[in-house]
């Protein structure tokens, strides 16, 4: 399937590893022209080398916080000066720390809301402006299963990316006559570094060992296995793509069958 990627410029957020990475390479396999970001430099250097070997195509690579606004800008502003527009901006963050509600405080509340939510409203704020003037944008961002089913030990991510929900569902109406697409994915148990945090905070809370953790969840799962970043990366260039234009407003996730709700 020729998705229609080809030449379109992509802004992925949080790319140095996990599923930032894949669906940077995805996109990149796909044709498109790749951004991204990552706090640790060298962490992104290795994923710069590893999408252009994989695809041909070297992204460009930003050190940057997202948590923070200036860094936004600047990632922003140089995928700007080098591609000359974002026609695609996939929003991700690394997950705030797992734990009960009473580890957590007012500090830890702030900096997962930066990291969250305002990460997620600065990005789109700065990437806006142009796919109006184009009359054409996607617009994905990486939440969580827990938007519509809560998990254990993650009450900031929780309540943050149910926020980022609300949010995407308000934006996706406002630009729906523009020809911008605003969706979620929602990642269920993945194997990724993010795993092996849960697994330490459910091994504090409950004593139970790492293996233990991995053989409950692989047990909640319908599919009976973790997802691998790839399968979350195949559905967000869908919805990035132009065979995607009358999907909008929507949450899917990617879970094996985690979530029991109907909607």
């Known amino acids: 399937?020729?998705?229609?990627?080809?030449?379109?410029?992509?802004?992925?957020?949080?790319?140095?590893?996990?599923?930032?990475?894949?669906?940077?390479?995805?996109?990149?396999?796909?044709?498109?022209?790749?951004?991204?970001?990552?706090?640790?430099?060298?962490?992104?250097?290795?994923?710069?080398?590893?999408i252009e070997a994989r695809t041909g195509r070297q992204p460009l690579a930003v050190t940057a916080d997202v948590a923070r606004p200036d860094d936004v800008a600047r990632f922003v502003d140089a995928t700007l000066a080098r591609f000359g527009r974002i026609d695609i901006l996939v929003t991700n963050a690394g997950g705030p720390p797992a734990g009960p509600f009473e580890s957590h405080d007012a500090a830890a509340w702030e900096s997962a809301f930066r990291l969250t939510l305002a990460s997620a409203v600065e990005l789109a704020r700065r990437v806006l402006p142009g796919m109006r003037d184009r009359r054409w944008g996607r617009i994905v961002n990486v939440t969580s299963i827990a938007v519509k089913q809560p998990v254990d030990y993650l009450i900031l991510s929780n309540s943050l990316r149910?926020?980022?929900?609300?949010?995407?569902?308000?934006?996706?109406?406002?630009?729906?006559?523009?020809?911008?697409?605003?969706?979620?994915?929602?990642?269920?148990?993945?194997?990724?570094?993010?795993?092996?945090?849960?697994?330490?905070?459910?091994?504090?809370?409950?004593?139970?060992?790492?293996?233990?953790?991995?053989?409950?969840?692989?047990?909640?799962?319908?599919?009976?296995?973790?997802g691998e970043p790839e399968e979350l990366a195949a559905l967000t260039a869908f919805l990035a793509s132009e065979r995607a234009a009358y999907i909008t407003a929507q949450s899917i996730a990617v879970d094996g069958g985690w979530i029991r709700s109907l909607y």
């Not at 570094?193 to 849960?198: V, W």
């Open 1 to 50: 399937m020729d998705l229609g990627l080809d030449g379109k410029v992509a802004l992925v957020a949080a790319a140095s590893r996990g599923l930032g990475r894949a669906i940077a390479t995805e996109l990149s396999a796909e044709g498109a022209q790749v951004s991204i970001c990552a706090r640790d430099a060298q962490s992104l250097e290795r994923a710069q080398a590893e």
């Open 162 to 226: 149910a926020a980022v929900t609300g949010f995407a569902r308000t934006l996706a109406t406002e630009v729906a006559p523009l020809g911008i697409t605003v969706n979620n994915v929602l990642p269920g148990y993945t194997r990724t570094e993010r795993m092996e945090a849960l697994a330490a905070a459910r091994a504090r809370g409950e004593g139970l060992s790492r293996e233990a953790a991995f053989a409950d969840w692989e047990k909640q799962i319908p599919a009976r296995r973790l």
